[in-house]
């Protein structure tokens, strides 16, 4: 199983920038399809943002424009920038991992708060 470690995260005002990282265990991480997810208070987990094995990038509409998603496969990282952060940003952030033929991993979250 693939195990992967978000940090990153921490407590900003809003139109701040926090940028979230997430370090896989797999040497086959360039094969993986990475995607960013969050979960606010009282609210189901939703998908934020993915890029694929080819780099292709994918954003949900509430972060498009304000998040990058972006790889690094010798460092076997994820990344995420966030810009123009608004209160309604605060979630936890999670890291996954779609590695064939195994199912997907998570990582275990990264708390970004965004006060007003």
């Known amino acids: 199983q693939v195990q992967l470690v978000e940090s990153g995260g921490g407590s900003v005002q809003a139109g701040g920038s926090l940028k979230l990282s997430c370090v896989a265990s797999?040497?086959?991480?360039?094969?993986?399809?990475m995607s960013w997810y969050r979960q606010a208070p009282g609210k189901g987990r939703e998908l934020v943002s993915t890029?694929?094995?080819?780099?292709?990038?994918s954003y949900a509409d509430f972060v498009k424009g304000r998040f990058t998603i972006s790889r690094d496969n010798a460092k076997k990282t994820l990344y995420l920038q966030m810009n123009s952060l608004r209160t309604e940003d605060t979630a936890v952030y999670y890291c996954?991992?779609?590695?064939?033929?195994?199912?997907?991993?998570w990582g275990q979250g990264t708390q970004v708060t965004v006060s007003s």
């Open positions: 996954a991992a779609a590695c064939p033929p195994l199912s997907q991993a």
């Open positions: 797999t040497y086959a991480f360039s094969t993986c399809e």
């Open positions: 890029i694929s094995t080819v780099a292709k990038t």
